[in-house]
């Protein structure tokens, strides 16, 4: 499948510099950048501990970090106003890994949250809108459902459609594909990737789904141990020959073997392997 | 000879040779006669597996080769290992290693070579985990000790802010969660306190009765009833019930959303987490305990009369006259004041127990635990500081 690239002259809706995010003495993230422009989908990947959670989570503000400058739409992030940064949290669409529904509330008072908090709208508009955005993600049925009622799929669809609420200028997407089946998967991407085409929206996700990153990449950034591997257009990683992105696509993930032996080996019956 | 089998995530390879008697599962081992000082030979028979394991290693260490020898297994009979046969072989290895013996083997049969030759395993054992010092250990006691405080206090002075900006500000305030936490915290514990504090002012009464009626005071109980319910038992009963029901399922329920990302979601919604969550949660304690603390003050007065005429035939009518006549405004203030505070603690601890949690499912009930734990101990010492401020500093 193939898109029309983001334009290099389009305008940095996304712009990281030097973050850095530390557990205690452990360095999660060491002094990342990263710059998104309008309109593309950037996946972020790596390895499960590679840091791209965190990644996210540190560009949302959801994580304390260490140092580094972000900037969402122009700007900053972590601007101790809170007032601000709820303002800039109203152009931003976020879809958590399970969706992370209020319990409480059902799907339609979920999806009808957010507006209810930042627009002011008549009773009927509010309800009228909730029910366009569930449709859009095919949920214009669960409307009175309880999460709990919900397969993890729904969840996350239900989650999209919240995200999606406020129409917001950038999505962000936290492992959209776990454990969902390949179909399911495929349906996601279809919508984000509608969701760009249609709307204009510049999308960011992580993931480590290869059919997911296929299917919607333009550009992509790849972690693993807390730097950044590669970055760049999808095609341009690619052909760059880095060892680890390689890797990555081939399937072929080496494991550490190294420093292992087989337990003949150990007893001398059987030839070492590579002379190590 | 038979192909590796993989039974039930098990690897287990069996073969037949001259000398196999696969009926035996047992393993035997001997010394063999040609056994030197430098080189001790084992000689194994049988099938290698997690009930052999133990065998072999107890008798290998009875009798540690020395060192700079050899100890030579001869595995020529063994017709089947598994992988906790094989472990054992490796921990040998690493016990030679250690204790600088070779550890040989020969006699290995095609089939046990080849289950030998699965299993890998990493000769660099990981670093053993650096156990910290008394001080290191005490100074980071300390130190989180601190940060807990400073993260609670945070917690606490953004609520209270936001709960006393809400008053004044009732367009803010999220009505509905007030009434529906109130409904929870208030309406429905009313059927457990009252039940208890009755049950508490009835056994006061007896108890006191006893004493006071060799002195003929029986009247008395009416007072002491009437005095320690409203001072001491209605608040910090109340407060220890509500601490138990409602602040450990606030905890549950911040940790849940914790744990779900229910919290974050709020925070990149623009949705403030303290007014939406904190702020109607503390107003509901804070304002349904001191009803509950009153109701437990009469309940427990009630429990005391009803001793007092069954048990101690005072008539109904001076029996009040004296609990009203022992009681003074002072009693009543002071009970609800702490009642407040206690119910602000009660919230609070909860709330922070809940929004602290990290990780999975598990650490809900660790927190839940953990919040009613602490908020029980804060009822009692803050109720011991207002009794000396109440009625030592201020008598």
Redesign the interface.
């Known amino acids: 499948m193939t898109h029309e690239k983001a334009k290099p002259e389009s305008e940095v809706v996304l712009d990281v510099r030097g973050l850095t995010v530390r557990y205690g003495t452990n360095t999660v993230l060491d002094r990342v950048d990263m710059t998104v422009r309008q309109g593309e989908i950037r996946v972020i990947l790596g390895g499960s501990g590679s840091g791209k959670s965190t990644l996210l ?1 540190g560009i ?3 994580t304390e970090i260490a140092h580094g400058k972000i900037a969402i739409l122009g700007q900053p992030m972590h601007v101790d106003d ?1 007032k601000k ?3 800039l ?2 152009r ?1 669409g ?1 879809l ?3 969706g ?4 409480s509330l059902t799907v339609g008072e979920n999806v009808a ?2 507006l209810r ?2 627009r002011r709208l008549p009773d009927g508009a509010s309800a009228e809108l909730v029910r366009m955005k569930l449709a859009q993600v095919d949920l214009a049925h669960a409307e009175n459902l309880y999460p709990a009622e919900l397969s993890g799929g729904m969840k996350k669809r239900a ?1 999209l459609a ?1 995200a999606l609420a406020l129409d917001p200028e950038m999505l962000f997407c936290d492992e959209p594909s776990a454990g969902l089946d390949p179909l399911t998967s495929a349906e996601l991407d279809n919508l984000i990737l509608t969701l760009r085409d249609q709307l204009k929206m510049t999308v960011v996700v992580v993931t480590h789904e290869l059919a997911s990153i296929k299917a919607i990449a333009d550009s992509l950034i790849m972690v693993g141990g807390g730097k950044v591997i590669a970055e760049g257009p999808m095609a341009e990683v690619r052909g760059r020959g880095i060892a680890a992105v390689d890797e990555f696509f081939a399937r072929k993930a080496k494991k550490a ?1 190294q ?6 080996e ?5 030839p070492a392997k590579g002379g190590a | 000879m038979l192909p590796p089998i993989l039974w039930g995530g098990y690897l287990r390879t069996e073969v037949q040779t001259a000398h196999a008697t696969s009926t035996q599962p047992q393993l035997t081992l001997t010394d063999s006669p040609q056994s030197t000082a430098r080189a001790r030979t084992l000689v194994l028979v049988g099938v290698l597996d997690a009930r052999a394991a133990g065998t072999l290693a107890r008798q290998v260490r009875k009798k540690l080769p020395a060192k700079k020898s050899k100890l030579i297994l001869d595995l020529t009979g063994v017709t089947a290992i598994d992988n906790a046969g094989t472990a054992t072989l490796v921990d040998l290895w690493r016990l030679g290693h250690a204790r600088h013996f070779a550890v040989e083997l020969t006699g290995v049969q095609p089939a046990v070579l080849t289950a030998l030759k699965q299993f890998h395993v990493t000769v660099a054992l990981p670093k053993p985990v650096v156990v910290p010092g008394f001080f290191e250990d005490f100074g980071t006691g300390v130190w989180g000790a601190i940060e807990a405080l400073g993260r609670f206090t945070v917690l606490a002075s953004d609520t209270t802010v936001g709960a006393v900006q809400s008053l004044f500000t009732p367009g803010r305030m999220r009505w509905a969660a007030y009434f529906r936490e109130s409904s929870l915290m208030g309406s429905q514990a009313l059927g457990i306190v009252g039940l208890i504090t009755f049950l508490i002012g009835l056994t006061l009464a007896f108890q006191s009765a006893y004493q006071l009626r060799q002195f003929g005071a029986a009247i008395y109980v009416a007072a002491l009833t009437a005095i320690s319910m409203v001072r001491e038992m209605g608040p910090l009963i109340t407060a220890i019930l509500v601490a138990g029901r409602s602040g450990s399922s606030i905890t549950s329920e911040v940790a849940t959303m914790k744990v779900g990302e229910e919290i974050d979601a709020m925070q990149v919604m623009g949705i403030p987490f303290v007014d939406f969550i904190a702020v109607p949660k503390v107003l509901a304690m804070v304002t349904m305990v001191p009803l509950l603390t009153i109701l437990a003050d009469f309940l427990g007065i009630l429990g005391g009369w009803i001793v007092g005429m069954v048990y101690l035939d005072i008539a109904p009518k001076p029996y009040l006259q004296k609990t009203i006549d022992a009681l003074v405004t002072k009693d009543l203030v002071t009970g609800l004041f702490k009642s407040v505070v206690f119910a602000w603690g009660i919230a609070l601890i909860g709330l922070y127990h809940g929004a602290g949690v990290r990780g999975g499912a598990q650490e809900v009930g660790k927190a839940t635990t953990a919040s009613v734990v602490s908020a029980i101990f804060f009822i009692i010492v803050a109720d011991s500081i207002f009794s000396i401020i109440f009625y030592v500093v201020m008598a």
């Open positions: 989570k949302l503000g959801l809170e940064r709820g303002q949290m109203q931003i976020v958590f890994q399970n992370a529904l209020f319990g949250l957010p908090e930042h989650g919240r073997r420093q292992e032996t087989s337990v003949a150990l007893f001398g019956l059987a």
